[in-house]
């Protein structure tokens, strides 16, 4: 055998094909966004027209957060008319997020989940690929939300676990926090140098919905626009705790990125701080409650003199 | 550790504290005559809740050794929950920064009531003390080496560097 296998497209593509046209013919939606096969693999499609509802896959290419287009900075995309949406459960969580944040009416839009078994670091492929350890996305590993629930039409069969990485992103966090200070210091300032500040990372997020961005504000100027490693620093921590309890661990920000910063492990280990603290998961229960911008009476303050 | 900067290093430490409590309890530390370190200057903010992280980031781009953020015990925020959001905030901001590297003893966080100025005094020493050990922030006006701007240097004399000059109004006038 020579190569990576190839995988089929997960269960549920034909439903998924017939259950958009019947959206688009019936005028519930004016718009399907989904996932095309296109000359250099997966990406996102928007779909007007019934007939070229077969245009839609769903495959372990599909790698896109397509919430990213609800985001209200995007009022061009809820301009169309109402959306279905298609998303996989991590996409789920981000709507929900939406949601939480009343940055989204419900009513605009159709969700059709997908049961998902995981999908690709790179989606750029002609064929999909059978996951394993060297390629299958580091985030699908321990996922909980391989079955949406905040859907209108779930489809697929039940998938099995994804593989286990090589390295999972735990692992690389716990790795991080074992090193001493200075380390961790010299290696995220290094990370950080290679930034050319070009908010790709926020532009991909479906939860950066601040119409002005603070790295935008010029006066007073917080977070200084030159690319070099101090306003990185800044601009990166800023990121990254401005979506701390609200980050839905899709890995766009980090796909997204031309120099290859790891976001996911700062991504994730504001998810274990939150978890740690407030016992918070990011979940697709829109009415979970996010945690910052909530508080207890007894919470914890053994940082505080 | 780098206890070479004891003798002759003097730390430069900002204060963002909320107007309720810490600031009058600083007040009260002034005008009890506690003896307190020098190091601090103090932003008086509103509440806790007012405090960005980001402030904590400008002050050692600007070339602090240390910050102090400090506010009204829980239960009695004059705004009733500022200082609950603040807790939530600050909890998560220092797990970060430890992550990305920064000593956490470079940031010092404390419920000051208004009538807890011994507490402010020892605050202020502590803080002033674990700064005296760890040396100046080296490592982060290291990311920008020419670009830290010049801080407010008379110290023993209380008035600012930049208040004293007058000179470049009067050209502009």
Redesign the interface.
Known sequence: MTGPAIAPAYAGVDELRRVARELLESGEVRVIIGWEDARRGARPVFITDPAEADKLIFDTRCVHNLVTYLDPRRDHVSELGRIGLVVKGCDAKAVAGLLRESQLSRDHVVLIGMRCGGVLEEGELPEPLALTPENVAPRCYGCDNREPTLTDHLLGEPQPEPPRPVMTIDERVAALDDLPLEERWAFWTEQFSKCVRCYACRQVCPLCICERCIVEKTQPLWIESAAHPRGNFSWNLTRAIHLAGRCVDCGECERFCPVGIPLSLLNRKLQQIVHERYGYTASDDPENAAPIGDYRLDDQQEFIK | MNSQHSDTFEPRITAFVCNWCTYTGADLAGTSRLHMASNVRIIRLPCTGRID??FI??AF?RGADGVIVSGCH??DCHYT?GN??A??????????????????RRM????VSASEGAKWKD?VN?TVANIRELGPYE??RA??PD?VEPWPEAVDGLTPAGDQEPAAKEVAS
């Open positions: 992280p980001l980031v400008k781009e829980p239960a929950s609950y959001h807790r939530r905030r600050f909890a998560v901001f220092h797990d970060i920064m430890q992550f990305l590297g920064v000593d956490p010092t966080f404390s419920w605050v502590e490592a982060y990311l920008a670009a």
